[in-house]
Structure formats: structure tokens, C-alpha cells
């Protein structure tokens, strides 16, 4: 899917821009604080349908309005063009479309879009929660597997009741038996491990080849952690777990626990990796991502840089750049000058935008 054009309205301090970008390398320059973040935030929204730098979406609204909207064009890897917008409000509602078309669920617009982000803040991958980890496998099996958006909303579901039961769980069994909503969870759980374990076992690979380019002084390992212990299966498990699980008031193992881990030589890899090259380590791996998504789907992805001179050194820049072109993925980046990326003189395809006073210009 390939963005040719870009239009938003009410969005933070924009009143009303739009752009059309290239198909292949958008470079957006400007100083901090004139609205070049927020030009990519708008497109996180096209595919993810929330922002990546606030949980409020009341924040983006322009000041003294009612809502923002987005709207896109877009060319689809057969050439056929789609029209996109979404806008949300002050409440939690939101509106989307599709050629006119309106729908219910995000879902149904964001599968369109299969946006990635790279920030200053992409090193969570590492040292974050697993649920940033989890998030990074779920993205890959949305965009590739049709059924597994279904398959989290009910597994969620369950757990959720589950959940209520353990919570108000008084000592008598019968009043708070859990064996229903096990069984539900056992059928959905194995079968979200099934994918989420093929999944990885596809990505390693890419990865260790990706990151070779990265951190050749360095054999950086990702391995999958299902969520429950490896020598017993989820009904084993949940049995196990119960008299805990009432004794908290949740569940404690399944795939909502699941995690992918990060070693050198053995070594937790926060442990042994600089700031830097965590950095390094979380490049390699979202391009690994991309490449296998390509590879995969033959369609081609939206990446998102921010504020890449603040990440990368010079070589490393152009070389995740490079990967994914390579990919004919769509790359935005920003910059706050475009000294920080002084090798893009050799790609052709490129357009290069500067925002200023809450203006976007094609330079």
C-alpha cells in the first residue's frame, strides 16, 4: 500500500495541510516543536487508529474544536487506489472509511495499512514490558494471518471472565468454577501459541541476518516464551496455577504472558548492549519484520523514522534506510536538519518536506 496523498484537518496545531508524498522516501525537516512528529503521528493513526505519543486522543485536537480528521489516497500493490479517513472526537467514538464506505471497527480500516514506527523510544522493544514484545508478533500475524484478529478479541473475552470468577472466587468451588472458561482458554491459547511460536520461528533467521549488518561484533539471539511453562501443556498449566490464580485474583500463565527474550552469548541482552546499540538491536529486528512481511504477503509496508539523527549514527541511518527501500517499503522520515541525512542525495525517488509555522512545503 503506497500513500500518495495526505490531508489533515483540526490535528494538533494544524488547521488544514496536506501533502503528497513520495512513493518511496519522504524526508520532513523542521525545527522541534514545529509539527513534524505529528505529521507521522497522523499516519500511526491510519494504522493503528491511536497516536504513539499520547492515550488521550482529545490532546490531538486542534485547541477549541470537536475533533480531527485524516483523510488519505492510496495505491494498493495492484494499483488500485482506495480513498481513507478517519476522525475522532472528544468522546471515545471515532468514524472511519473506505471509499466512502463507513465502518464499524477500526479493525477494518487499519488492515488496509500496515504501518511500522521507529522513535527514540523504540528501545522498549528491549527493555520494555513483554507486552510491547507481544504487540511486535501480534502486528506481524494481523497483517498475514486473517483470522488472528478474531482469535486475540475472543481469547481476550474469555480471560476477562476468567478473570471475574478468580477475582470473587469465596472458597466454594462450586460457586466459582473456572472449568468452562479454562476449556475456552486452553482451545484459544494453544492456538494462539501455535501461530505466535511459527511466526517467530520464521522471523529468527531474518533477524540474525539483519543483525549481522548491524552489530557484527555482537550474536544477538531472540527466542519465544509461550507464556507457561515449555514441559507441560495449558490445561497442565492453568490446573497447576489455579490455587495461585484464585489466591490473586487473575490468571498467571497463558499467551497473555507470553514474551519473545533477547540474549548475547547467554546474557539477558540489556544487560550486555549499550543504549546504542539496543538501538541497533531493535533496527535489525523491526527490518527483519518488514523484510518477512514482504516476503511473506508481497505487499509492501508504511515505515515511520522519527527523529532518526537522535537514534542512529550516520551509518546506521543509511544502511536501515537502504533495507528498507530494498523492501520497496514507503519510508517517512524526520529530521530536524537535513545535514542528519546527507547520503539521501543518492536515492532518486525522494521528496523532501519542510514544516514551518504549521505549514508543510514540498521543497
Known sequence: MILDKVQLTKFRNFESVQFSPSPSLSIITGKNGSGKSSLLEALHYLGYGRSFRTSKHQSVIKHDNDAFTIFASCLNDDGKQFKIGLSRGNTEQFKCSVNGE??????????????????????????????????????????????????????????????????????????????YWDQQIIVLGERIDAFRGEYVNRLIPVFESTCRQFLPEFSVEISYYRGWEKDSDLSQALNKKLPYDRKVGYTSV????????????????????????????VAALQLAQTKLFTLETSRHSIFLLDDIGAELDAEKRERFIDGLLDTQTQVFVTAIEQEQLEFVNKYKDKKLFHVEHCNVNEE
Open 254 to 281: 497463558g499467551p497473555h504472558k507470553a514474551d519473545l527474550r533477547f540474549r548475547v552469548n547467554k546474557t539477558q541482552a540489556q544487560e550486555v548492549l549499550s543504549r546504542g546499540q539496543l538501538r541497533m538491536a
Open 102 to 179: 463507513h465502518f464499524k471497527r477500526l479493525s477494518d480500516l487499519v488492515s488496509l495499512l500496515p504501518i511500522q514506527l521507529f522513535t527514540p523510544q523504540s528501545t522498549d522493544l528491549v527493555i520494555g514490558s513483554p507486552s510491547e514484545r507481544r504487540r511486535f508478533c501480534d502486528w506481524g500475524l494481523f497483517h498475514v494471518e486473517q483470522s488472528y484478529s478474531e482469535l486475540i478479541k475472543n481469547y481476550g473475552k474469555v480471560l476477562k471472565h476468567r478473570n471475574a470468577l478468580l477475582k470473587d472466587y469465596n472458597g466454594q468451588s462450586a460457586q466459582n468454577d473456572t472449568g
